[in-house]
């Protein structure tokens, strides 16, 4: 794909996939177990310089681009458990970039080397229990006293929120009603021990295990007015912009994740033997392996023009969608093609292809639901 990847990418994608190789593969079963990502791992893949790649390197970034962040998860993804470049995205790609490109000089100053060395973790939490992709629908309610802002609501579904440090959150600061309620929602920047703040339970998930998820309580909150990221009462269009980034993100990891799971079926399918022969000799199964190569690369060549695009800065939200959409169901449809070829042994936990499966589920519904990627679709359809 010399269109798309330099030498610089090609580079960085080989140190990375030797590191991902070395330092990563060999513990995810660990992980999974234990159902966390050692801290360790957070400031080893910041001294690497893996954290915030297209951040400004007076803050410890690399100032590189957005091609980079996709070889980045490309790599991450080859891991076999898709809960690391979920979390790492969550720091890097959702949660840390609202205060990266919307917080002060004094708010990056103070937190995005932290944030880039792996010091601090980072959260994006928006999610409340009564919806997730309406966020002009957000409840939890900051008010305003003098220099704080008192925080009352809760989150589910955060991702890095049992264990992280710093956490972006929504939350209502304006208008409740239509049609003014999405000009009534903020950006604070909450930390970890902040009074009124309470991690309240790790929630246990069918897949992305070893990415710890939980949820979150704010009763009488104080979160000072210097944590603000952004102007008040702006933060739905910070949400917006930024939901761009976090979806093409969240397709570029089941593409990756994809491509190396039917790399495995494929070379099961060669040495794997019934009625005498290697069972990729059968025609149902050597068609369906083909059906599925050709997905994923339908689904890779889509990414990569999507990304270009959003590297340019030329992305609308509909190819975005569009990406988001087709990488999702094909992950799926290539999790069930591709156990199917392992049979019995494909519901081992024993195998990749088990965790792989379960890992793909959520991939429909996190970031955008594909029923909600549809409906942008149409709106750009003039449906």
């Known amino acids: 794909m010399s269109w798309i990847f330099q030498e610089q990418h090609d580079l960085f994608r080989r140190s990375l996939r030797s590191f991902v190789e070395r330092e990563i593969a060999p513990h995810v079963d660990e992980w999974e177990e234990q159902e966390a990502i050692?801290?360790?791992?957070?400031?080893?893949?910041?001294?690497?310089?893996?954290?915030?790649?297209?951040?400004?390197?007076?803050?410890?970034?690399?100032?590189?681009?957005?091609?980079?962040?996709?070889?980045?998860?490309?790599?991450?993804?080859?891991?076999?458990?898709?809960?690391?470049?979920?979390?790492?995205?969550?720091?890097?790609?959702?949660?840390?970039?609202?205060?990266?490109?919307?917080?002060?000089?004094?708010?990056?100053?103070?937190?995005?080397?932290?944030?880039?060395?792996?010091?601090?973790?980072?959260?994006?939490?928006?999610?409340?229990?009564?919806?997730?992709?309406?966020?002009?629908?957000?409840?939890?309610?900051?008010?305003?006293?003098?220099?704080?802002?008192?925080?009352?609501?809760?989150?589910?579904?955060?991702?890095?929120?049992?264990?992280?440090?710093?956490?972006?959150?929504?939350?209502?600061?304006?208008?409740?009603?239509?049609?003014?309620?999405?000009?009534?929602?903020?950006?604070?920047?909450?930390?970890?021990?902040?009074?009124?703040f309470k991690v309240a339970k790790k929630l246990k998930k069918m897949g992305w295990c070893c990415s710890d998820t939980a949820?979150?309580?704010?009763?009488?909150?104080?979160?000072?007015?210097?944590?603000?990221?952004?102007?008040?009462?702006?933060?739905?269009?910070?949400?917006?912009?930024?939901?761009?980034?976090?979806?093409?993100?969240?397709?570029?990891?089941?593409?990756?994740?994809?491509?190396?799971?039917?790399?495995?079926?494929?070379?099961?399918?060669r040495q794997r033997s019934a009625f005498g022969q290697p069972i990729a000799k059968f025609q149902a199964l050597r068609h369906s392996l083909a059906e599925m190569y050709t997905e994923v690369e339908a689904a890779r060549h889509l990414t990569y023009y999507v990304s270009w695009l959003f590297n340019r800065g030329e992305a609308s939200d509909r190819e975005v969608a569009v990406a988001k959409l087709l990488t999702s169901e094909v992950a799926n449809r290539v999790a069930y093609g591709a156990l199917q070829i392992y049979g019995g042994y494909g519901y081992i936990r024993e195998l990749p292809i088990e965790r792989f499966y379960r890992d793909t589920r959520v991939l429909t519904i996190g970031a955008g639901t594909s029923e909600i990627m549809k409906e942008i679709i149409a709106k750009r359809l003039d449906l």
């Open 38 to 196: 050692p801290r360790a791992l957070w400031r080893r893949l910041g001294e690497l310089g893996y954290l915030g790649v297209e951040y400004d390197p007076q803050y410890g970034g690399a100032g590189a681009d957005f091609i980079t962040t996709v070889v980045l998860y490309e790599e991450l993804a080859r891991c076999r458990a898709m809960g690391v470049p979920a979390a790492v995205a969550s720091h890097t790609d959702m949660g840390s970039p609202h205060l990266a490109f919307s917080g002060s000089e004094e708010q990056k100053r103070r937190y995005l080397p932290a944030i880039t060395s792996g010091e601090k973790v980072c959260a994006i939490t928006i999610s409340e229990p009564g919806g997730g992709s309406d966020v002009a629908a957000i409840q939890t309610r900051a008010r305003r006293n003098g220099d704080f802002y008192t925080l009352e609501g809760s989150k589910t579904f955060i991702t890095n929120g049992f264990y992280g440090d710093l956490y972006f959150t929504a939350v209502r600061t304006g208008e409740a009603e239509p049609p003014s309620r999405h000009k009534g929602i903020s950006i604070l920047m909450v930390e970890r021990g902040t009074p009124g």
């Open 215 to 269: 949820e979150l309580f704010f009763e009488d909150c104080r979160v000072p007015v210097a944590n603000l990221i952004g102007n008040e009462n702006e933060g739905f269009a910070q949400i917006m912009r930024n939901f761009q980034r976090e979806r093409l993100v969240m397709a570029v990891i089941p593409v990756a994740a994809s491509a190396q799971a039917l790399e495995e079926a494929i070379a099961y399918a």
